[in-house]
């Protein structure tokens, strides 16, 4: 069944009779989302899914994908092993005009060597959003996914502009990184219903964005696109102000916030394996705090 959500009410049609009280929000952040991996492989080890749907962005969609999958210790071997070959990232590439981040090379060999369990995903039947920015609109798009498209809307989610040349077509409407329009879709989740909502994060506590020194070179990338311009331009703001929305959430909606450490040494790009494994580790030892705080919320 394709689901889409109706504009009246914010639920998707297959949604529409079941609950939608709980919530698992898990961010992007590229090779930052080793922290939540950690965390979502000892989910699984525990058997810890308590969650009536999913919203993740960029390679926080990706990393929810192989928690729903029940593939512990795949993604980890992405970040640890795939992203670090040459074929991925190459700044000589890069600056010749072609990707940095190679997305088609990742999502093609991961495909074919360790591909997602799509079957099992579904099978749960509880929707999995993931967060699109539309390149004409710059507006957030909340996809429902499915087995038939999800790998393709993953890759679009994490499309991040200017490090990945091109703009993936998901329903007729070029996309990129769901994180420009809606790196925090926690506003989303409580949309949606939710009054118990989980966030894991890719960024310590205290951490609010400020602008990139990228920021400019992916304005001038995105020119032809005004509209996507301007969702750049609001990112800090918005970005801030769903972090404030986490610490202070409307009456009724109780939120869950785990964040990496003050000692978390990964960043976007990071090409070391020890920092790296260090970061998965930092989530595998707050997983059990997450669910010690979920059960007490």
Known sequence: MTQSFDSRNNRTEESANQSMDTALVVEGGALRGIFSTGILDVFLEARFNPFDFYIGVSSGASNLAAYLAEMIGRNKRIYTDYSLRPEFIDMARFLRGGHLMDLDWLWDTTIREIRLDLQRIYAKRKPFIVV??????GEAVYKVTSAQDLEHVLKASS????????????????MTDGGVADALPVSKAIRLGARRIMVIRSRHRDYLKRHDPFDCLIRWRMRRYPSLQQAMTKRVWRYNESVKLIRKPPEGVT??????PEKF???RLSQNRPILEEGYNQGRALAAYAIARWERA
């Not at 939120?255 to 990496?260: F, N, T, Y």
Request: charged share 25%; aromatic share 10%.
């Open 132 to 137: 699109l920015t539309d390149v004409q609109t």
């Open 255 to 260: 939120v869950v916030e785990i964040c990496p």
């Open 159 to 174: 499309a991040m502009p200017l490090f990945y040349r091109s703009y993936p077509i998901v329903d007729d409407r070029p």
């Open 265 to 267: 040494r990964v960043s």
